[in-house]
């Protein structure tokens, strides 16, 4: 046995070395458990390292930022006039600020808003797994992070918490293969299981029937089903759906990373919400009052001032009525004809547009 | 008569590399936080799988078969801690690599530059592709393995592992 081990001594501790890690995967395997220690110990040594780069990379970020304005401002003085510079700078300043603080300021006026209780954090770096889409992020056990626990953006959901130490923790991405959440459809309140696809923007929805109906454009929601988000978060809008073996083949584009992804929030205690009814908005739209109505258009083509009619098709019905009116036809009576279509359709008096 | 062994043994030694511990505990650390941080801001930068090279790179300097299995498991496992996935899996995988880099280290010279891009190229692939049939055996995860990108991306590992290598060699302090 001496000799052997003598003789083949590089090769024993290389079997040595794999049954060691064998054994102990299949301990985590069998138990679901996890070697807490060694994943302390390796968290602990990168994340400050982390930490200290990202406020780093920041600083050097503004830095430069902040010496490309001054040098823009350099030359706007040799161009205009000191007095437009001074304006110029300000509005430059003022737009900076607003773009930088726009996404933090989001997040802090949805975390208001926001019925859940939850905890802002700032994605600090990814995780070293091939091919998953796991985030590190600065918030852990300190902050009350729990496995399990909702990850959301002001737009969508993004992920959910799998580990969790003391200052960091690691969220699975919805665009994970192994990801899956509970789903409900807004328009006909179809469930359905999301599913990551391992690609950015897009998911999958599976387990609806074909027999169900499910519309392009239609958006999802979280229906709570599976007691890690709450009911109601929006999730996507279904961009592709078609007819499969037996279930239907449904893509969604995820609206939680429309705006990328730097700061998230993590629900700490969730709030069920009812599915909203109207499409989703992301963002306030300023509506302009309806133009005032021109007098020398023809009839036909008005909007009725009574009534909710609003396509062409109820406003041709609509003329052709008063048409019938006019020449006092019946319209469906036998022996009647047709009424002249081309006689014009006297109009109601409009108000005057005061100015 | 003298056995093959006898000779391999001093020649080991003399060509074998030494380097500074902080070096290897630096050089190891950065190439992990290159692994989490980097590929954060520039995605494509996740292709590059630095603790690979870097493994590859000891095991074949040091030629030594334990110290390149055990710098092989003591990486995957360091990157594996940074993953979703259980431990070992990367370990598993880095021991096989250290192992056989440190092995094809005492019968080929690692200076050679062209040599040193076939076993970047080779050792990616393997690594690869051992990864995939453990998720596959080990967790019975259906990962994906697309033999195109796989072959494409050790290619692009190769290249930046000659260049890597070259810096590397300067942090040498005998060999």
Known sequence: MEFFLNRYRNLSILVAAILAQL???????????????????????????????????????HFF???????????????????????KIDNQYLRAELSTADRAQSLAIFQKQSPSKTVAAHIIGNTTGAGAKVVIIDRGSNSGIEPGMAVITPDGIAGKVTKVFAISSFILLVTDQTFAAGVISQNNRVHGTLKGQGYEGAAKIEHIQNEQKIDQGEWFYTSGDDRIFPKGLPVGEVTTVHQGKTEKEIYVSLSGFKNGLEEVLIIVEGVHMPIPDAPVTNQAVHLLAPPPADPDATPALQPSQTGPLSTDADRIKEHWRKVGEQQNHVYGERGNGAPNYNAPAKTEARPENKP | MTGF????????????????????????LLAILFRVYVSRFVPYLQYLELPLLV???????????????????????????LSHNPLGMFGIVKTLVGYFAASMSLRVDVGNPLLRLVLGFVFFFFHALLYWVLTRALLGQTLQLELVQVLVVAILNAIVAVFLYQFLDRLRITG
């Open chain 1, 23 to 61: 054994v102990l995967l299949a301990y985590q395997v069998k138990t679901n458990g996890d070697v807490r220690l060694i994943r302390v110990w390796a968290v602990g040594a990168v994340t400050p390292l982390a930490r200290w780069i990202e406020t780093g990379r920041s600083g050097v970020s």
């Open chain 2, 5 to 28: 062994s006898e000779y391999r043994e001093p020649l080991r030694k003399e060509r074998s590399s030494v380097f500074n511990v902080a070096v290897i505990i630096g050089i190891s």
């Open chain 2, 55 to 81: 493994t590859v790179y000891f095991s074949l300097m040091w030629r030594s078969p334990i110290a390149g299995l055990l710098f092989g498991a003591a990486i995957g496992l360091a990157q594996d801690s």
């Open chain 1, 65 to 87: 930022s902040d010496y490309f304005v001054l040098l823009e401002v350099r030359e706007d003085n040799k161009r205009m006039k000191a007095e437009l510079d001074r304006i």
